[in-house]
């Protein structure tokens, strides 16, 4: 079992790009929730998807937004990049709508230059 | 919304036995309190889940109160390895079914030779 998948590990953006994450789920997990977690600071929940469908949402603006497939794989889409989006970005895949134990990822590391 | 609130740092000898206490006034009836451990530039990790009174797996043991406002992570005979940031993680509702899954700042455990 490969556990929790990321890709791409590190990313490079300028201000006002658009970018993709994506993540792959652990075996047999339905849930997907996105976290962006800023140097020093404590993981912050973006959103979470559940039968490909956006469930739970954090406080983050429009411009993030994402995807569950029917395969359960998800995709993290962040428009407009600020600096401030500068973050490791976490995947975390559950059963239970994230209730139950968290699987996270390795994380992809985003720079907004 | 539920919030957390834990000691910023702690430090420990190898070893010894840590208690890291977490606050949770506002979590609601049905909630599990969740802990979990960071590593640099790694996803957090899953360490142990309780609902009420004492859980104890391989690696820690969890204590919770009647009130269940607070919740005491134990970590026995600590060693170097352990040296990470620990978080708790209980869901804030914020009405209508929706929630967040926001981890506080966390508690950063240095364990001394």
């Known amino acids: 079992d490969a556990g929790v998948t990321q890709s791409p590990t590190h990313l490079i953006k300028t201000r006002g790009q658009q970018v993709t994450l994506r993540c792959s789920p652990k075996?047999?997990?339905?849930?997907v929730s996105w976290y962006q977690q800023a140097l020093g600071q404590g993981p912050q929940f973006i959103f979470q998807?559940?039968?490909?469908?956006?469930?739970q949402r954090g406080n983050f603006p429009d411009r993030f937004s994402g995807h569950q497939f029917p395969n359960y794989s998800s995709e993290l889409n962040v428009n407009a990049l600020w600096l401030g989006d500068s973050a490791l970005y976490l995947c975390?895949?559950?059963?239970?709508?994230?209730?139950?134990?968290?699987?996270f990822g390795p994380g992809t590391r985003l720079t907004v230059t | 919304l539920a919030k957390t609130t834990q000691p910023i740092s702690m430090d420990s000898y190898e070893g010894q036995e840590v208690n890291i206490t977490c606050s949770h006034n506002?979590?609601?009836?049905?909630?599990?309190i969740t802990w979990y451990q960071q590593f640099p530039s790694q996803g957090p990790r899953f360490i142990i889940q309780?609902?009420?009174t004492k859980v104890t797996n391989e690696v820690a043991s969890l204590f919770i109160p009647a009130d269940r406002k607070s919740s005491t992570l134990s970590l026995p005979r600590v060693s170097l390895s352990d040296t990470a940031v620990y978080y708790c993680l209980v869901p804030s509702y914020s009405g209508a079914g929706s929630y967040q899954l926001t981890f506080g700042k966390g508690t950063k455990l240095s364990v001394i030779p």
């Open positions: 975390a895949s559950s059963h239970r709508r994230g209730l139950d134990e968290q699987y």
């Open positions: 309780g609902y009420k």
């Open positions: 998807y559940y039968e490909e469908e956006e469930r």
């Open positions: 506002n979590i609601a009836t049905n909630d599990y």
């Open positions: 075996s047999g997990h339905d849930t």
